[in-house]
Each structure stands twice: as structure tokens, then as C-alpha cells.
């Protein structure tokens, strides 16, 4: 794969949508063979991070959440970008929690993972995860 494989989606900051999330980043890694083996982690760790700008960083009923996949021949990548400037916490739950341990997922299933600026022009930030490629988990 010389050029990456690329999912750019504007979707609608509502906690509807997250099956939604699942299903289209579910179908677009079984086209690329070198992630379909991350299938699994990689829909899971996209929905923690769609819940949580959905959660704690959506701005509004007609606000939208921009989800990113770009798959390359050694890394896959995933960024959820939002338009709030609040930067997202790992928390320590106790056992009886219901939440707050969105961002502990994605570290435990991802190689990398991160916060990055909006892009110029653009408020919010960018949630990202990353899995090195080439043999499944």
C-alpha cells in the first residue's frame, strides 16, 4: 500500500450515533487486509473516544465529531477531533464505576496514543490513537 487508506467522516455529536461510528470503521478496515486483524481493538478504542467527545466535549445539539482513520503500510491511526478546547483526563475508576475508563482502554489497546492541537483555524482538539501493523495482536 504506497498511499494511505484514508476515512474522513463529519458526524453528529449524539450518543445515536456510536453504533453508527462502530459499524463504519468496522467496514472500512475490512477492506484494508494489513488491519483487518485489529478489527476489534480498533473499533472498540474509536468508540471510547467518539463517547467521550461526545460526552464531555460536545458544544451543542448541531455540533459534529470528525473522525479520521489513515492506514498506512506499517501504522494505522485513528483521531477523533472536537471542538472543544477541554483536554481529556485519564481517570482511576474504582471497581463499581460505570465510566471513566475510556482513555485507559485506549492506552491498554493501542501502541500510542495522544492529544494534539485542532488544526489552525479550527477550535477544539484531536483525540488520536495508534497500532503498528503487520501481524494481528
Known amino acids: 500500500m504506497s ?3 484514508r476515512l474522513h467522516a463529519a458526524i453528529p455529536a449524539s ?3 456510536a453504533a453508527h461510528v462502530r459499524r463504519l470503521v468496522a467496514e472500512h478496515l475490512r477492506r484494508l487486509p494489513s488491519a483487518a486483524g485489529h ?3 480498533v473499533v472498540l478504542a474509536t468508540d471510547e473516544l467518539f463517547t467521550n467527545a ?3 466535549a460536545s458544544t451543542g445539539p ?3 465529531i470528525i473522525l479520521t482513520i489513515d492506514c498506512r503500510e506499517s501504522e494505522l491511526r485513528v483521531t477523533i477531533a472536537d471542538r472543544s478546547p477541554a483536554q481529556p483526563r485519564m481517570h482511576t475508576s474504582d471497581e463499581a464505576a460505570e465510566s471513566g475508563r475510556g482513555l485507559a482502554i485506549v492506552a491498554a489497546l493501542a501502541d500510542d496514543w495522544g ?3 485542532a488544526d489552525p483555524g479550527t477550535p477544539g482538539k484531536r ?3 495508534a ?3 503487520g501481524a494481528a495482536p
Open 3 to 5: 498511499r494511505p487508506a
Open 62 to 64: 448541531d455540533d459534529t
Open 115 to 117: 492529544i494534539a492541537p
Open 39 to 41: 478489527l476489534d481493538d
Open 131 to 133: 497500532l503498528r501493523l
Open 127 to 129: 483525540v488520536w490513537f
Open 54 to 56: 461526545v460526552r464531555h
Open 15 to 17: 450518543p445515536a450515533q
